[in-house]
């Protein structure tokens, strides 16, 4: 088939045009701002090198935040993946109503993380304190946000609360895929059921695991909204003999330095090495994951 | 081909006829504010003034909730939709905002007050109001507890208070004596680490003294004073109600007050509406913050934040906007205004009207006393009072190391002086 | 399949195990209580008063009609138009999903079936650029279309032609990666008969092409829908907090201000914003599930 060059060019514009304006040329712009002095509103911007690179390794709140991202995204990797397997083989199972429960676990991931934060927040402030209060049950009257300690715990909880059914979701198709035949050759030869969820299943479904790590481990990494609208990064906490908010994860932290204080530029830089540590870390894991997919 | 050209056309039309068009018949003067609680007053007078004006409309924005209104106003800015008056707190305001402040000098309404704002000669703020804060107390429950309110007046006398206060709490129907609340994530950061510490600041001064918070921005502060403040907040924070101090927000603390379950409560006289709209019928007034033995009655008193003029607006609407400011400062209409529907006590000589809050009232009377303390939170730079020093103010309610507190505090400042 | 009973991918809890299934019913059961808790906590919280919710936020409410008196509060509050945020997150969504739909087809077929060196490599910085994170562009983002906007005259913040035109920016790295795979599977016969039919190539993509995308179009659709109507930090950035135009998520920040926290308000805003989504959920749950799942494993 002959094709008109400039007929595909125009068909390509929209989107390209669109992605050259909305993503690479801020991208580009951006790596420039983060060797600067730029603050957001002086017009004049100079340039300063490395200075905001080097800087915000001594700031404590960002070593923190930092290290609870880290954190934050360890425990929800492994939390969230563990609960939506389990969730995916009870509702592949013989339950009677188990489209509706698959239905029920995906529908908080629908809601959008300022709403489930409010939500949550009323619940951990109000609901469970008074509960805990009601009932006498010590740890639970005072909230599980207000304490360092617990917070990013609190927040991994919700996490997992909305992300666990799509996690499953995708787990159960990477199940329904799996010939029955083999499932049930492997009960005939008497393997009992968690040897054969751990030597046939597992195995069969690595593929997903792929997926599945990797969008649990971006989105936690990447987790602003629901940060923002349940704990705001509160409470506050002692860090390398500082105070500062103990459950400020990256992305705020990101956002705060530039609007809350007008330091645009060290903001940009932080972004761009977010932007690094992410890239390295998911591609490490696609990279593990994908060598023990070829193993199984 | 054709037909493809006209798709595209219609789809780019799609997008482009959503585009919000601008109409402007009437010099229209956008004025942008951040206080929630006169929203409904100042609309309903830019209404009434819209009307009995010609070729003028004043419409009025607020921005829901108190929320981030440097980073409104700076979002505004880059999209071009600037209002024609909107509001600065203080230094930080004007240093960002320089550029944009229209001089009103020669406006009338600065002729008839004395706390305009003017920080290099010519004038650019609009005082909205004066506001004051102190320890407000229930006078019902001081009066049950056999505590007059005009004793207070020394670190001593408002520490026995509070141990009297604790040990009758059954009796009186107490949760706790004070209700203050520190909270970063409840919102409640600026009740400690802006209101009460600007004792630090200024208590004990003469109203033009800014010495102490001068000092404090070039990173010395005097250990002595800060550790007397320190172990004042501490005070408050140990005959306070854990719940709201370290996990509460606004509601739950005025709340508690209102109810009756506290004798005390650091806030201002801001909360004249809402104790009226939670029926609180006892009266109330003002004691000083004494975080030392010297005795004091001074109440925080100074205009929370100023009216500006876009001076990148058009002259019409500048000018249109300052006569707008003239008639609130100068005329019955805007008087009845700013007193009794805004609940403000106005920083406007000609106002005779007294306004109806408890608290409100309270200022009235200690303007007239003298003694006064002025504002100095609002010069600290641009997100400091929060991020810096907030999380600073709610780690000694959960910890408690003064000492700590002290250091932290002393770092703080020593970090943003240059 | 290989018996009649047990279909592909089911796990078998039973054949002399029936304890296990029971346990399994048991667990399954009480972990759908745990997840729809939150829900139940907000229809009940949205009918009572800002005080009875601080009385007690379990307690079933006083007078259910409460709900409606909360609700009129939400529209006529004078500071959050919730209206008109309703309606511009309905405007934004539907014209941003219209137009990354149409357009990243007419992207994905060309780079699909023009087999050329550069069509790889546009192909490719559409798929890197994925890992691009948010954090990354936002500020940038804002100066530029400041810059832009100044340029040629029209605003692009604060207005919805500019929020459009940035979630197709964002949305169809995505959307023409799908819909790639997608036309990679339809075969080519079906263009070149048509193009022997005297069809040109644009009416070939458009008679001929498009109509065989429905099925990737509903992934696309599904996702990108999802996101831009929870999205919060790009309408914060481009249309600002106090903008003329608001979304939904942004309307229930402004409920939930720094100062104020009006529960009964920010829970019955919260459950309006969840009842479209959940309704359509209802309505089209197969689709939904279809379309998110495979839109992440490809």
């Known amino acids: 088939m002959k094709r008109r060059a400039y007929l595909d060019f125009l068909f390509i514009f929209p989107c390209v045009f669109a992605f050259l304006m909305v993503i690479i040329v801020p991208f580009g712009i951006g790596i420039y701002y983060s060797l600067t002095d730029w603050n957001g509103v002086n017009p004049v911007i100079n340039f300063v090198g490395f200075k905001n690179f080097t800087g915000m390794f001594r700031e404590p709140q960002f070593v923190y935040s930092f290290l609870a991202t880290l954190g934050y995204t360890a425990i929800n990797v492994v939390l969230v993946n563990v609960v939506s397997f389990i969730l995916s083989l009870l509702v592949t199972g013989e339950l009677r109503l188990r489209n509706l429960y698959r239905a029920g676990f995906f529908v908080p991931n629908l809601i959008g993380g300022i709403v489930l934060g409010y939500i949550w927040q009323f619940v951990f402030n109000n609901v469970l304190v008074n509960m805990g209060a009601t009932l006498g049950i010590g740890f639970l009257q005072k909230s599980l946000i207000a304490d360092k300690n617990t917070v990013i715990w609190a927040m991994s909880l919700v996490n997992t609360w909305q992300y666990a059914g799509y996690i499953m979701m995708i787990y159960v198709a990477a199940i329904q895929s799996i010939p029955a035949s083999v499932l049930e050759a492997a009960s005939v030869d008497g393997a009992n059921y968690f040897v054969r969820i751990r030597r046939i299943l597992m195995p069969m479904v690595a593929n997903a695991f792929t997926i599945t790590l990797f969008l649990t481990l971006t989105n936690s990494f990447k987790q602003y909204d629901l940060n923002f609208a349940l704990t705001n990064g509160g409470p506050a906490m002692r860090f390398m003999g500082k105070a500062i908010r103990a459950s400020e994860l990256l992305a705020m932290d990101i956002y705060k330095t530039a609007n809350a204080a007008n330091r645009m530029a060290e903001a940009q830089a932080k972004a761009v090495v977010f932007f690094i540590v992410l890239v390295v870390f998911s591609v490490t894991q696609v990279y593990i994951n994908k060598r023990k997919e070829v193993e199984a | 081909m054709r037909k493809l050209l006209s798709l595209v056309l219609a789809a780019a039309f799609l997008v482009g006829l959503t585009a919000v068009p601008a109409m402007a018949e009437d010099v229209e003067v956008k004025v942008f504010q951040l206080k929630v609680e006169i929203n409904e007053a100042i609309t309903a007078f830019a209404k009434r003034y819209s009307e009995a004006t010609d070729g003028v409309t004043v419409t009025v924005e607020t921005l829901g909730g108190g929320a981030d209104y440097g980073g409104a106003l700076k979002a505004k800015m880059a999209s071009d939709s600037m209002p024609d008056i909107f509001m600065i707190e203080g230094i930080g305001g004007y240093e960002l905002w320089k550029d944009y402040l229209a001089d009103m000098s020669d406006a009338d309404w600065v002729k008839d007050t004395d706390l305009y704002y003017a920080p290099e000669g010519k004038v650019v703020g609009f005082p909205i109001g004066i506001e004051g804060f102190g320890l407000g107390y229930n006078a019902e429950i001081l009066e049950k507890a056999g505590i007059d309110p005009a004793t207070l007046t020394t670190l001593s006398a408002t520490k026995a208070a509070f141990e009297k206060l604790d040990g009758m709490k059954d009796e009186l129907g107490l949760d706790s004596v004070v209700s203050v609340g520190t909270s970063v994530s409840g919102g409640l950061w600026w009740v400690t680490s802006q209101h009460v510490f600007n004792a630090f600041y200024a208590g004990y001064l003469d109203y033009n003294d800014s010495s102490v918070h001068d000092n404090a921005l070039k990173g010395e502060l005097d250990k002595e004073r800060l550790t007397a403040f320190a172990n004042y907040l501490k005070m408050l924070y140990d005959y306070s109600n854990p719940d709201i101090l370290v996990n509460g927000n606004y509601d739950a603390q005025i709340a508690a007050f209102a109810q009756g379950k506290t004798a005390f409560i650091t806030q201002g006289n801001w909360i004249d509406p809402s104790m009226k709209q939670l029926g609180a019928t006892f009266k109330m007034g003002f004691v000083s913050h004494n975080f030392l033995e010297q005795e004091s009655t001074g109440l925080y008193i100074a205009p929370p934040s100023y009216f500006v003029v876009n001076a990148k607006s058009s002259p019409e609407k500048q000018k249109a906007a300052i006569d707008f400011l003239n008639h609130m400062a100068l005329t019955e209409d805007g008087h009845k205004y700013m007193v009794e529907e805004a609940g403000m006590v106005p920083a406007f000589k000609s106002v005779k009207l007294l306004p109806p809050g408890d608290f409100s009232k309270a200022l009235v009377e200690a303007n007239a006393r003298g003694g006064n303390y002025n504002w100095y939170f609002g010069q600290n730079p641009d997100g400091f009072n929060q991020n810096t020093l907030g999380p600073i103010f709610e780690l000694l309610a959960t910890d408690g190391d003064v000492e700590a507190f002290v250091n932290d505090v002393t770092a703080a400042f020593q970090s943003i002086a240059k | ?298």
């Not at chain 3, 529209?75 to 008109?84: G, H, L, Q």
């Not at chain 3, 050329?116 to 890197?128: D, G, P």
């Not at chain 3, 919260?270 to 839109?295: H, N, T, W």
């Open chain 3, 1 to 298: 399949m290989s018996t009649a009973e047990l279909r592909d991918g089911e796990v078998r809890f039973r054949e002399k195990r029936r304890p296990g299934l029971i346990v399994g019913e048991i667990l399954v059961m009480l972990l759908f209580v745990i997840f729809m808790l939150p829900f139940a906590l907000v229809v009940i919280n949205s009918a009572k008063t800002a005080k009875e919710i601080v009385l007690s936020a379990v307690s079933l409410p006083e007078s259910w009609s409460q709900i409606f008196v909360n609700i009129r509060a939400i529209f006529t509050d004078p500071t959050v138009d919730y209206t008109s945020a309703f309606v511009d997150s309905f405007v934004i969504t539907v014209i941003s999903l219209a137009v990354i739909v149409f357009f990243s087809a007419m992207c994905a077929w060309v780079l699909v079936r023009n087999k050329s060196r550069w069509s790889t490599f546009v192909f490719l910085a559409f798929v890197s650029a994925m890992v691009i994170p948010f954090q990354v562009v936002m500020f940038p983002l804002v100066r530029w279309f400041k810059i832009l906007g100044d340029a040629i005259g029209l605003p692009l913040l604060a207005t919805y032609h500019g929020i459009v035109f940035a979630y197709l920016g964002f949305g169809c790295s995505m959307s023409v990666f799908i819909l790639h795979g997608f036309i990679k599977g339809v075969p080519l016969e079906l263009e070149e008969a048509a193009t022997i039919d005297g069809c040109s190539q644009a009416r070939t993509f458009f008679e001929i092409v498009l109509p065989l995308l429905r099925p990737a179009f509903v992934t696309v659709l599904i996702l990108n829908g999802i996101w831009i109507w929870n999205d919060y930090l790009l309408p914060l950035l481009i249309l600002g907090s106090a903008g003329e135009v608001q979304t939904i998520p942004l309307a229930v920040t402004a409920f939930a201000g720094a100062y104020v926290k009006k529960w009964d308000l920010i829970l019955t805003s919260a459950l309006l914003a969840m009842i479209p989504i959940i309704v359509l959920f209802l309505f089209a749950q197969r689709y939904i599930i279809k379309g998110m799942v495979e839109g992440a494993i490809k």
